[in-house]
């Protein structure tokens, strides 16, 4: 596993670029990528999309400075926690991820994982493992190894990977806002374009 957990973290870094250190003005294709096929939301709110895997040390590190931008976020932002489904071990860690949301353990378990993973050093990327893990933090093993295959987990993985193929995503973690523009790195600076991002989405609805 430990060779896997290698050979992944390299599609992680594949998505990475150095952010720009200006605070106004970010540059398309520099700063941030423009989706060649960007998707078309309706309705009023402004969707972001964070793609991760529990695995990925740059999703770690990013994931601070993200919980933090969500508690201050605009109102009229939704975000959504997206893990990524691009090969059958970053699979295994989404259905896990859904099959504790539907359950109501999202927000008790997402910081908890990616610490025991990263801090704890625990291989923690299959069914029987993740089932444990998660019975350890409250979850009923039983209701969750029926939703780990079940119709909607499967559902919502196929939504993961679809947006993943859509926005051309090579690695992660890789945050999408609004369908159209897709922002990498792993620093406090992802959050400052995502702003820009958000208001720049705003001005294209007027």
Known sequence: MKRVIALTGLACAIGLSNMGAQAANYVAGKDYR???NPENISGNAIIVREFFWYGCPHCYTLNPHMEKWAK??????AFFKTPAALNPVW????????????????????D???????????????????SKWY??????????NSLY?????????????T???????????????????????E????????????????????
Do not use: M
Request: glycine residues 10%.
């Open 34 to 36: 423009v989706v060649d």
């Open 72 to 77: 201050t976020k605009d109102k009229d932002v």
């Open 91 to 110: 699979e295994a860690s989404a259905r896990g991820f859904y099959a504790a949301q539907l359950l109501g353990y999202e927000d008790k378990t997402h």
């Open 112 to 130: 908890a994982l990616f610490e025991a993973v990263h801090k704890d050093g625990k291989q923690l990327f299959d069914q029987a493992s993740l």
């Open 135 to 144: 019975a350890t933090k409250g979850v009923d093993q039983k209701k969750f």
């Open 149 to 161: 295959n079940s119709f909607a987990v499967g559902t919502k993985v196929g939504r993961s990977q």
């Open 163 to 185: 947006g993943a193929k859509r926005y051309q995503l090579s690695g992660v973690p890789a945050v999408v806002v609004q369908g159209k523009y897709v922002v990498t790195g």
């Open 187 to 206: 620093g406090a600076q992802v959050t400052k374009v995502i702003d820009y991002l958000v208001n720049k989405v705003r001005a294209e609805k007027k």
